[in-house]
């Protein structure tokens, strides 16, 4: 009986779902191992497309640039997004809290093509009344993913900080220890999880974000999703394959080690009953 | 009313609140401000490509307001059908991505407690992984030498490939993919928050598990419904990197339009106007959405 119901349709759901989810990525790795320079026509197994990557400098260079974008939009976006969730979380009800929570949950729906387009227009505008930027490149990129990072950041830790209990941050005002204190020596470390997630999660949605940065770069910065963009838009090529495959295993790679490591954390948590 | 607030941060609040604030003014609600005095502006031929609102000449501040832009969008019937399509596309996709999320969200959240988490990350991962290789993977499998139509071909149920890439079709089997994910995160969490006693009372009252459903869990997950619906449907309004790559020529969509205008035919007041009415048109669904995120933080607390 029980393994009647576990078949239930919800169930064929679930794994018809996840076929759907990763079949495409699958044949994807496959076909990167293909000899043929004809992506869809299997000419036997070799690894070729992936010297042929290797050799790239354009994609070698882009691959950098993404990696520095991603790197400090995610810090910056941790910084901003905790100091908004704290205010969201630790705030009275006020117009300040209510427009701040407005303005941070706002980017998570808003379509790509008006963010974008709306700070290139600010871009261009500071430019011309400043002097600043002068052009655009890495800093814009750069400030227009830490933005939209952070609302990502906000809603993840603002989840954490709910679920604590304030009761030991009183304690330790008390106790005499001064606010900034109290954040950094107890808030901090307990929420320090959500901070990683947090940190990961604006780094991977910085790697792949094409449409903000096409609006935001500048001749100088070419992230790797623009020159995957260019080259996918002339037609399939094999080594668009050899990448994507890196990519896939890289996401699957690290997303497998923090899992397994918050389960273990987790683990080390619970009393040794359970 | 001051005094609280103050108890708990007697130092440093002003940068607390502050910095992200002044962040955001700057780089988001600024940004629109600029976008909506530009789309009011007229087109020219000069760097920026557009006139300037104010000007003062003969000692007399003018200050013009050009609606042209908006009419143009009106009268336009290319720029209409963009919205249409963009809109249409949107409803069948979220509706789509429903179909198929609401079953998986269910079972994931039915699982035993300790597979869960795995099964989560499990339909969380491709979303992870870059979303425009996952786009192109799908370039692969429909285009006409591809392997969905290799496969049938050689199974005999197809003698010669049928055109998949490069259609509306493509385009919706690239959306429900791409945006799946989003869609079931919200489920799932209201879905595996349901109290199961309720379910239980309803079955010892001889209810049908198909009733059951119906009547009890799918209102109880209303809230998680419309936050995944509205998560797949605003962006997929503006979407364009899907219709450009598996779209058709007759895949039209107001975010590719927007982007045409702006980066080829170099129009940025038509564009701003573009998004502007994008906006408007959304507004329903934003509210929609924020009104979940709010009570959703509320009932947390």
């Known amino acids: 009986m029980s393994r009647l119901s576990k078949l239930s349709f919800s169930t064929i759901m679930l794994w018809a779902g996840m076929f759907f989810l990763y079949a495409p990525m699958l044949i994807l790795v496959i076909y990167s191992f293909n000899e043929s320079k004809l992506v869809t026509v299997w000419g036997g197994f070799s690894p070729k497309w992936y010297g042929e990557l290797f050799r790239d400098q354009q994609i070698l260079d882009a691959v950098w640039t993404s990696l520095k974008v991603a790197f400090f939009a995610s810090t910056m976006a941790v910084v901003l997004g905790t100091m908004a969730a704290f205010v969201m979380t630790r705030f009275k009800r006020s117009w300040g809290k209510m427009t701040l929570s407005n303005m941070i949950t706002a980017p998570l729906v808003m379509p790509e093509v008006i963010t974008g387009l709306s700070l290139l227009l600010l871009f261009i505008h500071m430019a011309d009344l400043l002097g600043w930027p002068e052009e655009r490149g890495m800093l814009t990129v750069w400030i227009a993913h830490s933005t939209f990072c952070a609302s990502y950041v906000a809603v993840v830790v603002s989840a954490r900080l709910r679920e604590l209990d304030l009761s030991i941050e009183e304690a330790a005002q008390d106790l005499g220890a001064s606010p900034l204190k109290t954040f950094f020596h107890i808030t901090v470390p307990m929420i320090s999880p959500s901070l990683a997630a947090g940190w990961l999660l ?49 996401v699957s790679l690290i997303a497998f080690i923090c899992w397994y490591l918050a389960r273990r954390s987790e683990r080390k948590s619970l009393p040794p009953a359970m | 009313m001051k005094r609280p607030l103050k108890f708990r941060l007697p130092k440093g609040q002003h940068w607390i609140i502050g910095l992200p604030y002044f962040w955001l003014l700057l780089f988001f609600a600024l940004p629109f401000a600029i976008v909506l005095k530009i789309s009011l502006s007229t087109a020219a031929i000069s760097i920026p490509p557009y006139e300037s609102l104010v000007s ?66 499990l339909v969380m991962l491709p979303s992870w992984t870059s979303f425009l290789i996952r786009v192109y993977a799908w370039m692969g499998l429909l285009s006409n030498n591809g392997v969905i139509n290799n496969v049938l071909m050689w199974l005999g149920v197809i003698s010669e490939p049928i055109q998949m890439l490069n259609t509306n079709f493509a385009v919706y089997i690239g959306i429900i993919y791409t945006y799946l994910p989003f869609m079931i995160l919200p489920l799932y969490a209201t879905l595996s928050q349901l109290d199961g006693s309720l379910l239980e009372a309803a079955s010892d009252l001889g209810s049908r598990s198909l009733n059951t459903f119906w009547k009890v869990t799918l209102p109880l997950s209303k809230g998680g419904v419309i936050a995944g619906s509205m998560l797949v449907f605003i962006p997929v309004v503006g979407e364009f990197v899907i219709p450009e790559l598996l779209g058709g020529p007759d895949s039209l969509m107001i975010g590719k339009v927007l982007w045409q205008e702006f980066f080829n035919n170099r129009d940025w007041p038509v564009a701003s106007s573009l998004a502007i009415i994008m906006l408007g048109l959304l507004i ?14 509320e009932s947390d607390l």
Do not use: W
């Open chain 2, 56 to 121: 003062y000449a003969d000692e007399s501040l003018q200050i013009m307001l050009n609606l042209g832009n908006y009419l143009l969008i009106f009268e336009d019937s290319l720029y209409v059908q963009a919205y249409l399509g963009s809109l249409k596309m949107a409803c069948i996709t979220t509706l789509g991505c429903l179909l198929i999320g609401y079953p998986m969200a269910y079972a994931i959240a039915r699982a035993p407690k300790k597979h869960q988490g795995v099964l989560i990350l």
């Open chain 2, 284 to 297: 329903i669904p934003i509210t929609l959405f924020h009104r979940y995120q709010a009570k959703s933080m």
């Open chain 1, 202 to 250: 604006s780094f991977s949605l910085s790697l792949d974000d094409l449409v903000i940065a096409s609006f935001t770069s500048g001749p100088g910065a070419t992230t790797l999703p623009m020159v995957v963009f260019s080259s996918v838009r002339m037609g399939v090529s094999p080594k668009i394959n050899a990448l994507a495959t890196l990519i896939i295993l890289t």
